[in-house]
């Protein structure tokens, strides 16, 4: 990937088109026109759609906390002498979220000017007539896309939420919205990645420069996920199976999957994209958030480097990979040796950690959607609707890539435990896990899984905690939590809002 200047389209300020011919992120100074002297021709609407992509980053940038951290997958190091997290990153651990916590509030905000800035492109496009019905369609189908997956995420995080799929005659109407219900979310995301499926080309179709856009198979891989979250395992079944079509593959060694030199390889349908090793601002930085602190260099290979010390795999997924699993290695790491030569007992999450040439600016993309959780998704549809039967073939493909022995001979119930086990250790780290743990449970047997994990670390925390005491409410999951709370502000700037039960 080339240079991806950061763009928000806020208002309708856009940036006039590039004049040379680069990769489809590149972007240049997004607050030169007015959009409505913008959108004339097809450079401009790929400007407006580039943009929409680069918010992208700022969304992924933070999942981790709420789609992570919230669950038994990793929990967090403390940091003694700086307790200002307490009521921020570090309630998602503890379950202590409430309607005032800072980083639910930059995540509603974010999804929802990501959402204007991909209507008011949408809208816009309809009247651009110097481009061909065939971009305009590809175009569109992207916006689509982005706008299902952020309507996605806000569903499964918060229940109903405000639903808007055109621009807003003005600023004031923002503040009278009420909350749509699931259903009609649901509706929506569908309706968008139905026609987005319809109208983007297949991944094959791509110019090299333009990797990493969504695709046909994006919009039916994210679809399929959609209807196994509605548990509507027909629908599921066929709409995944379309993906198998359209030319995809597990790659060969899993550490592939995630290396820099292979980005939106064979098996990635989705993921959004990073560029480390200069100044132009679109870098990743996950793994100087996911090192231990005081490792220095020992994991990021820069001595000056000060990692956080988020998002550290817990005892309880250390634990659940099986014996000789090869993606173990890839996924985690259950330490590290100091400069002092001393090794440190302290997990880190090591699928993104790669070389790099400038501190803090690493080249790792982030997936969202891959070929492996695709096979997943379908063999759980088909053991939902009747038995294991044909299901083993894609179960048995992800574990023969871990170097693992094929499942056989499970009845319908033991096969849902062998998928949630396999999609934990596949898909560990990936932002996955607190919507798995939704998706195949009550909220009571949610609540009792986290709580068992809960006490578990309270009485041997993964991480020493330095002194630092639990208090009463730690580690307390109630079952309202499995929706998180509205932002408070949201509550005092629109009357029609309600908050969710227990917040």
Request: one cysteine or more; hydrophobic letters at 40%; a negative charge.
């Given at each position: 990937?080339?240079?991806?200047?950061?763009?928000?389209?806020?208002?309708?300020l856009?940036?006039t088109a590039?004049?040379?011919?680069?990769?489809?992120?590149d972007?240049?100074d997004?607050?030169?026109?007015?959009?409505?002297?913008f959108?004339?021709?097809?450079?401009?609407?790929?400007?407006?759609?580039?943009?929409?992509?680069?918010?992208l980053?700022?969304?992924?940038?933070?999942?981790?906390i709420?789609a992570?951290?919230?669950?038994?997958?990793t929990t967090?190091q403390?940091n003694?002498?700086?307790?200002?997290?307490?009521?921020?990153?570090?309630?998602?651990?503890f379950?202590?979220v409430?309607?005032?916590?800072?980083?639910?509030a930059?995540?509603?905000?974010q999804?929802y000017?990501?959402l204007?800035n991909?209507?008011f492109?949408?809208?816009?496009i309809e009247g651009?007539?110097?481009i061909?019905?065939?971009?305009?369609a590809?175009?569109?189908?992207?916006?689509?896309f982005?706008?299902?997956?952020y309507?996605?995420?806000?569903?499964?995080?918060f229940?109903?939420?405000?639903?808007?799929?055109?621009p807003?005659?003005?600023?004031?109407?923002?503040?009278?919205?009420?909350r749509?219900?699931?259903?009609e979310?649901?509706?929506?995301?569908?309706?968008?990645?139905?026609?987005?499926?319809?109208?983007?080309?297949?991944?094959?179709?791509?110019?090299?420069?333009?990797?990493?856009?969504?695709?046909?198979?994006?919009?039916l891989?994210l679809?399929?996920?959609?209807?196994?979250?509605?548990?509507?395992?027909?629908?599921?079944?066929?709409?995944?199976?379309?993906v198998?079509t359209?030319g995809?593959?597990?790659?060969?060694?899993?550490?592939?999957?995630?290396?820099?030199?292979?980005k939106?390889?064979?098996?990635?349908l989705?993921?959004?994209q990073y560029?480390g090793?200069?100044?132009?601002?679109?870098?990743?930085?996950?793994?100087?958030?996911?090192?231990?602190?005081?490792?220095e260099?020992?994991?990021?290979?820069?001595?000056?480097?000060?990692?956080?010390?988020?998002?550290?795999?817990?005892?309880?997924?250390?634990?659940?990979?099986?014996?000789?699993?090869?993606r173990?290695?890839?996924?985690?790491?259950?330490?590290y040796?100091?400069?002092?030569?001393?090794?440190v007992?302290?997990?880190?999450?090591?699928?993104?950690?790669?070389?790099?040439?400038?501190?803090?600016r690493?080249?790792?993309?982030?997936?969202?959607?891959?070929y492996?959780?695709?096979?997943?998704?379908?063999?759980?549809a088909?053991?939902?609707?009747?038995?294991?039967?044909d299901?083993?073939q894609y179960?048995?493909?992800?574990?023969?890539?871990?170097?693992l022995?094929?499942?056989?001979a499970?009845?319908?119930?033991?096969?849902?435990?062998?998928?949630?086990?396999?999609r934990?250790?596949?898909?560990?780290?990936?932002?996955d896990r607190?919507?798995?743990?939704?998706?195949?449970f009550?909220?009571?047997?949610m609540?009792?899984?986290l709580?068992?994990?809960?006490?578990?670390?309270?009485?041997?925390?993964?991480?020493?905690r330095?002194g630092?005491?639990?208090?009463a409410?730690?580690?307390?999951?109630?079952e309202y939590?499995?929706?998180?709370?509205?932002?408070?502000?949201q509550?005092?700037?629109?009357?029609?809002?309600?908050?969710?039960?227990?917040?």
């Amino acid at each position: 990937m080339k240079n991806l200047y950061k763009i928000s389209i806020l208002l309708g300020l856009l940036a006039t088109a590039s004049s040379c011919k680069k990769s489809f992120l590149d972007l240049s100074d997004p607050t030169k026109k007015n959009a409505d002297k913008f959108y004339k021709d097809e450079d401009q609407v790929k400007q407006a759609v580039s943009g929409a992509y680069s918010s992208l980053q700022d969304h992924v940038n933070s999942q981790y906390i709420f789609a992570e951290m919230s669950s038994d997958n990793t929990t967090i190091q403390l940091n003694p002498s700086d307790r200002g997290q307490t009521d921020r990153v570090e309630a998602f651990e503890f379950w202590n979220v409430t309607a005032t916590n800072v980083n639910i509030a930059d995540m509603y905000n974010q999804s929802y000017n990501a959402l204007y800035n991909i209507n008011f492109a949408l809208a816009k496009i309809e009247g651009v007539t110097a481009i061909s019905d065939a971009k305009k369609a590809q175009y569109k189908g992207e916006l689509q896309f982005m706008r299902a997956y952020y309507y996605f995420n806000l569903v499964r995080y918060f229940g109903g939420v405000v639903l808007i799929t055109e621009p807003l005659a003005n600023s004031s109407d923002a503040f009278k919205t009420a909350r749509a219900t699931e259903a009609e979310v649901y509706a929506q995301i569908i309706k968008d990645l139905t026609e987005a499926a319809n109208s983007l080309p297949e991944k094959s179709a791509y110019a090299a420069a333009d990797l990493g856009r969504a695709s046909k198979g994006s919009a039916l891989g994210l679809l399929g996920k959609v209807y196994l979250t509605m548990k509507d395992y027909a629908k599921a079944e066929s709409t995944l199976r379309e993906v198998l079509t359209l030319g995809y593959s597990l790659v060969a060694n899993y550490a592939d999957v995630f290396a820099i030199n292979n980005k939106n390889n064979i098996e990635s349908l989705f993921e959004v994209q990073y560029q480390g090793g200069n100044n132009l601002g679109e870098w990743s930085s996950f793994i100087y958030t996911f090192a231990p602190r005081n490792s220095e260099g020992a994991v990021t290979g820069f001595p000056t480097s000060r990692p956080a010390g988020w998002n550290i795999p817990t005892r309880n997924i250390i634990s659940e990979f099986e014996a000789n699993d090869q993606r173990k290695a890839v996924a985690l790491k259950e330490g590290y040796t100091n400069a002092a030569g001393t090794f440190v007992a302290i997990p880190f999450v090591n699928k993104y950690n790669h070389p790099h040439t400038i501190e803090g600016r690493t080249d790792d993309n982030w997936p969202v959607l891959r070929y492996a959780d695709v096979l997943l998704m379908l063999a759980e549809a088909i053991n939902e609707q009747r038995g294991p039967g044909d299901a083993y073939q894609y179960l048995n493909q992800v574990r023969r890539r871990a170097g693992l022995a094929d499942r056989t001979a499970l009845s319908q119930e033991s096969f849902r435990t062998a998928i949630r086990h396999e999609r934990r250790v596949e898909l560990a780290f990936e932002n996955d896990r607190w919507f798995d743990l939704k998706r195949a449970f009550t909220s009571t047997q949610m609540a009792a899984i986290l709580n068992a994990h809960g006490q578990a670390e309270k009485a041997s925390p993964t991480v020493d905690r330095g002194g630092v005491p639990f208090t009463a409410n730690d580690y307390k999951f109630d079952e309202y939590e499995a929706l998180y709370p509205i932002p408070d502000r949201q509550l005092f700037l629109d009357e029609n809002l309600k908050q969710n039960p227990g917040y």
